[in-house]
């Protein structure tokens, strides 16, 4: 049984940083496509970034040059380190995995499953 879950989120001030962490069961992170989702109140859900089991990366654009994603195999925890918050990164941040998709990660990742998600506020 695969689980999931998220910590580090918090309230920060606007500039600041948070580190998430996301404590996977066995071998997760090390075999599958993990990526952060993030949803604020009323908007749609959205790929923050996302990990293959190569180390391979990707960002959105909104997060690009701001937020890294890691991930250490042997501990089985994926990171998220975000600097220069901005109000607008103020949401419940998930963690997921693909079990399905080889360990790659593409458009059409089927992500089944999800951490139960970490509150990231970011006062203005």
């Known amino acids: 049984q695969v689980q999931l879950v998220e910590s580090g989120g918090g309230s920060v001030q606007a500039g600041g940083s948070l580190r998430l962490s996301c404590a996977a069961s066995v071998n997760v992170v090390s075999r599958y496509c993990v990526a952060w989702f993030r949803q604020a109140p009323g908007k749609e859900r959205e790929q923050v970034a996302l990990i293959d089991r190569l180390g391979n990366t990707g960002y959105a654009d909104s997060v690009k040059g701001r937020f890294t994603i890691s991930k250490d195999n042997a501990e089985n925890t994926l990171y998220l380190q975000m600097n220069s918050l901005k109000f607008e990164d103020t949401a419940m941040y998930y963690c997921?995995?693909?079990?399905?998709?080889?360990?790659?990660?593409?458009?059409?990742?089927?992500?089944?499953?999800w951490g139960q998600g970490t509150q990231v506020t970011v006062s203005s």
């Open positions: 997921a995995a693909d079990s399905l998709g080889g360990g790659y990660c593409y458009t059409g990742n089927t992500y089944n499953y």
